[in-house]
């Protein structure tokens, strides 16, 4: 499947932004939706997973500002991004997997000034 990222931006420390992740058809064998953010010279982080059951986790470093969801309606997946740090300056990516397979979107660009 498909997956393309929308709504990152740039954005003053303290602020929000909402990401949202489309899927190019409607997913029915989905087992985890993610997020995952690269910044510059470091390894890919994990940031946040939605089960299909419901639950969700979050990095220590998001815990309590970042909040994952997904609407099934819309078959959207999305990621509510609030008290935004500098640090939080990375491309962000969905992923899903599906039936045992990984897809990745191109990722969205959040840059965080302080």
């Known amino acids: 499947v498909d997956l393309e990222e929308s709504g990152g931006g740039s954005v003053q420390a303290g602020g929000s932004l909402r990401l949202s992740c489309a899927p190019s058809r409607v997913i029915n064998n989905w087992e985890d939706m993610s997020w995952y953010r690269r910044a510059p010279g470091q390894e890919r982080e994990l940031v946040a997973t939605?089960?299909?059951?419901?639950?969700?986790t979050y990095a220590d470093s998001v815990k309590g500002r970042f909040t994952i969801s997904r609407d099934n309606a819309k078959n959207m997946l999305y990621l509510q991004m609030n008290s935004l740090k500098p640090e939080d300056t990375a491309v962000y990516y969905c992923?899903?997997?599906?039936?045992?397979?990984?897809?990745w979107g191109q990722g969205t660009q959040v840059t965080v000034s302080s």
């Open positions: 939605i089960t299909r059951a419901g639950s969700t």
């Open positions: 992923n899903v997997i599906e039936i045992g397979f990984s897809s």
